[in-house]
Each structure stands twice: as C-alpha cells, then as structure tokens.
C-alpha cells in the first residue's frame, strides 16, 4: 500500500491579473518546491501539478512551453515537457489560456530532500504575458 510522505505547495500568484510578466523564448521560473524523503521507503514516486496562466494577442501561431525539472541549476534533471500551441483568433483579439500539467517522477534518487521547479516560455514572436493563477504542487509517495 502507498505511503505519503510529504506533500508541498508553490503558490507564486493566486489571482488574475498577476505577475503581469511578458514571455519569451528565455524559461522563466514560475514555482519551486521540496519535498522531505528521508522517511521513504522503495519505489519511491512523486506526483506534480502546474498551472500557469498566460495572455496575448496572437496574429501568429505561437508554442507555449511547460518544464518542470527536478533538482536546481545546471545539473536539474529535465522530467517533463508539455508543448501547448496557443489559439490564433485573430487580429485584437486577446486570449485568456490557462495551461494545467500534470507529471510524474518515478523512483527518483533520494538523497532526503528532493527539490523541483517550474518553468514556462513561449516560441515565435508574439507578445504572451504571464496573467495568472500560477500553481505548483507535489507529493510523494512510497511502498
């Protein structure tokens, strides 16, 4: 039977209309959390959920990019990657797209203490801001 270990939640905006933070091809962090494993026992599993909320007007098709990586700087380990592609609606028309992703980290080395961000960022050239609600959750699990 699974066993909680630890559960944790990175609220970086709860409401519309923050951060208000323009998008471009350079990830931008927007949720980081650890999680306590000391206690764990095998097979070991974390479950995540991000949300992430983003505006523009797009007159071009534009990709928007979710990664979620654990551990931190150059030596994080890429565990997931979603590619959403915006909706093209036209000319001033502004679109309102929340992007929720869940993922998975299946017997992830446990040295006690894992660690994981969020990044967002969009391909192409239109102007897509970061509007929230931004949301990062996790929570771990073992035999």
């Known amino acids: 039977?699974?066993?909680?270990?630890?559960?944790?939640?990175?609220?970086?905006?709860?409401s519309f209309g923050a951060p208000n933070t323009v998008l471009d091809g350079t990830p931008q962090l927007f949720g980081t959390?650890?999680?306590i494993t000391a206690g764990a026992g095998p097979n070991l599993r974390v479950?995540?959920?991000?949300t992430v909320t983003i505006g523009s007007v797009l007159t071009v098709l534009t990709p928007a990019v979710v990664q979620i990586f654990r551990g931190v700087g150059p030596g994080a380990t890429l565990i997931?990657?979603?590619?959403?592609?915006?909706?093209?609606?036209?000319?001033?028309?502004?679109t309102t797209i929340p992007i929720t992703v869940t993922a998975a980290d299946f017997n992830p080395p446990n040295p006690g203490f894992l660690t994981y961000q969020?990044?967002?960022f969009v391909g192409g050239v239109a102007v897509v801001t970061r509007i929230g609600p931004e949301s990062f959750n996790a929570t771990a699990y073992s035999d």
Request: a neutral charge; proline letters at 3%.
């Open 1 to 14: 039977m699974a066993r909680l270990i630890d559960s944790q939640i990175s609220q970086n905006s709860g």
């Open 33 to 35: 959390l650890g999680l």
């Open 80 to 94: 997931y990657t979603a590619v959403t592609t915006l909706p093209l609606l036209g000319v001033a028309a502004l």
């Open 47 to 50: 479950i995540l959920n991000a």
């Open 118 to 120: 969020a990044f967002v």
